[in-house]
Each structure stands twice: as C-alpha cells, then as structure tokens.
C-alpha cells in the first residue's frame, strides 16, 4: 500500500498524496521454541537480547501438506561504532518437512508508504493465513464487514510450498523501530531505507545458510521503488553499498509499481497513461456499453485509442480543431462513461481524483482511488485523502484487526510494542528523495535502478501486477514506466488483475495471482 506526502504550504509540509498501503496455516504444535523479552518502555531495547518467539505449524498450501516455522525475530542496525540505530522486526516463514532447504527459493516482502508495514501482503497473499472479507462471491468482496468482529482463515493460496516467505517491516513500520532521537535521517529516505533493506536481506541469508537460495524481493506501492533500488544495491560495488556484496535476484516482483514516484503523472502522457484505468472502471460498473465486448476488450479499445488519437490531440493542445475536439470527446466518453458536456469542461483531460467524484456522482457515490469497485457516499467535503478514501475506509480495518489477532493467538507474540500499519507523519512526511527530508522529487524515475540491476544480471526475471481498477497506480503507468527506461523487455511479464491497488482483494484475483507468482518463481529458479 503506498501513501505519498508532497509537500503543501503547511506546518511539516504534509500533504498526502494517494499513489500510492492471510490461509490455509498451520494447526498450531507446541512451540519448538520460544523465548520473549520485556517490553522497554523507551523503545530502545538496548539492555535486552533480541527479541524472538519460535512456533511450529502445519497446513495445506498449493495442494500440499507443509511443515513450517514462522519466526519472529529481532535483529538490530549498527552504525560505524557498533551502536544499535535500529530495531527490525521481520516473520519469516520455513518450510521444514524437507530433506534439504539450502537450495529452496526464498522471498523477501515489504509494502510501501513510505511508512507502510508488511501487513498488506501477509494478510492479504502470502501468509498461512488470510483476512475474510466474507468475499465468497463478487459482490461481498467490496462490500466488506467495517465494524468487528473480523475473520481471518487458512490460506491455501500461500506460497509456502514452494518458496520461504519473509516479511521485513522498515523501521518505523511495523514492529521495527529507529533506536535515539537523531538516527530517523539514517533510514527515512530512499537510499538509507534500501541500504538497511540490503543489510537485513544479507544478514537473514547469512544467518539461514541460505547463500545459495534462489532468492526474490517482492514489493508493492511504494515498495516497488525499494525493490528496483535493492535489486542494484545487492550486488554491491563502492558507489553503492562500498563493498562488492555480490548478491543477486533470480527475480523481482512489482505489484502496483510506483517506480516513477511523483514523475509521469501530470501532463499530456498522465492523461493518456490514465485512460486505460477510466475505461475498466467505468465497465465494471456499466456506465459503458459493454453488449459483446468484455473487460479486456475494452481496455485494449482504450489502449489503444490512448497511444494514437488521444495522445495527439492532447499535443495539438490549442490548434486542435473543434470538430476535432468533439470527436475526441465523444469517444473519450464512450470509454470512460462520462458526459461528453464534463469531459469538454475539463479540457479533455480527466484525472483519477476528478472521475471517482463523477462517475456515480447520479447515485450519489464516490469510487475509491485504491480500488475503483469500492463505494462509499458523495463526500466532496472530505479532506482526507486515506481515510476518506472509499476502499481504504472499507478494507483497512479487517487488515488491521485481523493482523493483530493472528499476532498474538496463532504466534503467540508478546513483544510489548504496538504495530504501526503506516506511519504518517514520522515517516512518509520526513521521507527524503534526494532533497532532503520532506521534499518531493518531481521527476526521479527508480525503474532505471532495476534497468541496472538487470543489465548486471541477465538472468534476473521482473514480473509487474496491476489491478484493473487501481485509479493510483494505473495500467497505462506500469506499461509506460517499463517501456521507457532501457528494461529488457524479454524478461518482464505484465499481468493484470481483476482487482484494485492490491490485486489479492478478491477470490478470484488472488487465486490467479497466487498461480502466476508460482509459475514466475519456478520458471525464474530452474525448477
């Protein structure tokens, strides 16, 4: 989940900007290890051993009976003098009734925010055990239970039986959290929080003899931007981590892909790399005609009328005719299932923020900008571009609840601290793009760091995900992002979903995901 602070003439420069924030487990056995340490009120842990709880499960994933530890550990970040500067929390998932797991793939997940923890894809795909949304058919899943109690079940779409799963919250995310007053500059910016990233992926590695795993780094949101510049810093070299590190990918996963941050969404390419996402919501909530013509047709009929009569008439800017502009109208809404009368008022070019406010405005709805399926009532008023978001308002505190449960019943967690799901103000508001802490980059583009990291190694496989419906990080952004940063093109598979901003909300969604990821992670490992 990916939440985005561009800077507004305010106190701390804080506006949000939305581009973006489990399962079949485990009958739980008598914990084959456990040891648990009292709570420090400071938050710096710095007189206690580290933090770890041991308990041992087993369940069906993938049609298979897995024997499993899930871990919670606690590790620490160090700075030059051997002082601890960060507390990192991570649960990883290993899969035991195997002869031999040194050569087993293993993923390393996180989300985004800046500032969101990993609970998105461990209670929503990857984890022993999910969330409940009572999804057992389509229109149940984006109308979700708000108030408690909440489910969550066994996850038989869990990847466990094919690949080790580790979840790794930054720091302040999660349970993980910065160590003294000064060190937040240390972590809270795009390089220091890949640095630290690549410091905990070597460090698990080391500590599991899992050298010669083959390993993925799966992120979403904004983790897709910490994912592309992991991807290059693993192997290291002295403008990177100053040591040859030599870890590389057999894959990278971008669910939501967000590598161009702020840049590529404004201007005549914004509008066009839009289109394709207006198009899909609007037929998924029938405001087009849709007799004979499927979802994926439409969107191809927006694609391509995007990359050629659109993008033109959007360059002709002034000198387009009026018999022209009519025309591009008219079409624009058929496609999007807007008045013609709107779209001539807004000049031809209708954003995400502006659509959710207008496709249902009749029925007296707003769409989610996280997932274009979700409703909630016209709330023009609404300041708040999170919690007053439709999907994000609906499904937020399922997530939440349901992570905290299974916490605390299934692993049996006690660590004394609270789990911080997005960390506003501390971290996404201070985040530091290059231009120090707070200030936005208007045009840095993080997909030439996985370009990088691909050219290193030719055998690296990139599999992007995107939602139909995500209004955040959209269809025409991923295709775009990729396409234009020198990005072996040969190696990357592009999926789409029936789902929003995460692509795993949803039965079937998940279920096709799920499969996809399996096949991606065998095809990239050899197996």
């Known amino acids: 989940m990916i939440t985005f602070l561009r800077s507004l003439k305010m106190k701390s420069k804080l506006c949000i900007v939305t581009l973006a924030a489990a399962v079949l487990a485990a009958t739980v056995l008598p914990a ?20 770890r709880v041991v308990t041992q499960h087993t369940g069906v994933f993938g049609g298979q009976k897995v024997v499993y530890t899930a871990t919670v550990e606690e590790t620490f970040s160090l700075n030059d003098q051997g002082e601890k500067t960060a507390s990192l929390v991570s649960i990883s998932y290993v899969r035991t009734n195997i002869p031999d ?38 229109e149940e899943e984006v109308h979700p239970r708000t108030t408690p109690p909440f489910l969550y079940d066994r996850n038989p779409d869990s990847l466990l ?7 790794f919250d930054p720091p302040g995310t999660g349970f993980s959290r910065v160590l003294g007053e000064n060190n937040a500059k240390l972590f809270y ?6 640095k630290v990233t690549c410091e905990f992926i070597e460090d698990w590695v080391g500590r599991n003899g899992r050298w010669n795993s083959p390993k993925f780094i799966m992120g979403e949101s904004y983790g897709t931007v910490r994912a592309a510049v992991v991807s290059r810093m693993l192997t290291g070299g002295p403008l990177s981590t100053g040591k040859m590190n030599g870890i590389t990918l057999n894959g990278v996963i971008l669910l939501g892909q967000a590598m161009n941050v702020f840049g590529g969404r404004g201007g005549d390419i914004g509008s066009a790399n839009v289109l394709a996402t207006l198009a899909a919501t609007a037929w998924y909530h029938d405001k087009v005609d849709r007799a004979n013509k499927s979802l994926e047709q439409h969107v191809d009929e927006a694609r391509a009328f995007a990359a050629n009569d659109y993008i033109r008439a959007l360059s002709a800017g002034s000198t387009l005719s009026s018999e022209e502009r009519l025309r591009i109208a008219e079409r624009l809404a058929a496609l999007t299932g807007l008045s013609q009368n709107f779209i001539l008022q807004n000049n031809l070019c209708v954003g995400s923020r502006s659509f959710a406010s207008e496709l249902l405005k009749e029925e007296g709805k707003q769409l ?4 274009g399926r979700f409703t909630l009532p016209l709330n023009p008023s609404g300041k708040d571009p999170v919690a007053d978001d439709p999907a994000m308002a609906q499904y937020v505190p399922a997530f939440v609840s349901t992570l905290n449960e299974y916490l605390n019943k299934d692993l049996h967690m006690g660590i004394g601290r609270s789990y911080n799901v997005i960390e506003f103000s501390e971290v996404n508001a201070r985040w530091d793009y290059g231009f120090g802490p707070g200030i936005p980059s208007s045009n840095r583009n993080y997909a030439g760091d996985l370009a990088i990291a691909m050219r290193r190694n030719p055998d690296l496989k990139v599999l992007v995900g995107t939602g139909y419906f995500d209004l955040v990080t959209t269809i025409g952004s991923a ?20 789902s929003g901003h995460m692509p795993y909300i949803g039965v079937n969604s998940r279920r096709i995901l799920a499969e996809d990821l399996r096949q991606f992670i065998s095809d990239a490992s050899s197996l």
């Open 32 to 51: 084959i290890a456990m040891q648990r340490v009292p709570a420090d009120p400071a938050g710096e842990r710095s007189t206690h051993p580290p933090y």
């Open 479 to 498: 295709d775009y992002t990729v396409a234009h940063n020198d990005i072996d093109l040969k190696r990357v598979s592009h999926r789409l979903y029936r």
């Open 161 to 167: 039986d094919m690949a080790d799963i580790v979840l």
């Open 101 to 138: 797991k040194s050569s087993r793939p293993v993923i390393f997940v996180f989300n985004g925010g800046p500032g969101s923890a990993s609970l998105w894809m461990h209670m929503g795909i990857l984890g022993p055990y999910r969330v409940l949304f009572q999804d057992t058919v389509s």
């Open 368 to 371: 989610g900008l996280y997932d």
């Open 189 to 194: 910016g795009v390089q220091q929080d890949a």
